[in-house]
């Protein structure tokens, strides 16, 4: 696997985690019952979007080196795919 093939690999992997991350604890408006005029009662009042960007980062770095590994060791290659 070449430097870009990790990076995207990476970012892919990144990306993903994210999205599962990013709708966890979140304290919508309507939760806190301060729906602000013309905003939507789910609309989030904190999202603490920097905690979960390290979360995602975190777990994103694990699951990497994780799938790298098996890449780079040849236990799943191309071949083993129809």
């Known amino acids: 696997m070449g430097v870009t093939s990790a990076l995207v690999l990476l970012a892919v992997i990144w ?3 994210f999205l599962i991350v990013l709708p966890l604890r979140v304290k919508t408006q309507g939760d806190l019952g301060k729906v602000e005029p013309g905003t939507h009662a789910g ?3 904190e999202h603490n979007l920097k905690k979960k960007a390290l979360i995602t980062t975190a777990v994103a770095l694990v699951l990497w080196v994780v ?3 098996i890449i780079l060791s040849g236990v799943i290659s191309v071949r083993d795919f129809d």
Do not use: C, D, L
């Open 15 to 17: 990306w993903m985690t």
């Open 43 to 45: 609309a989030p009042e």
């Open 67 to 69: 799938i790298s590994g």
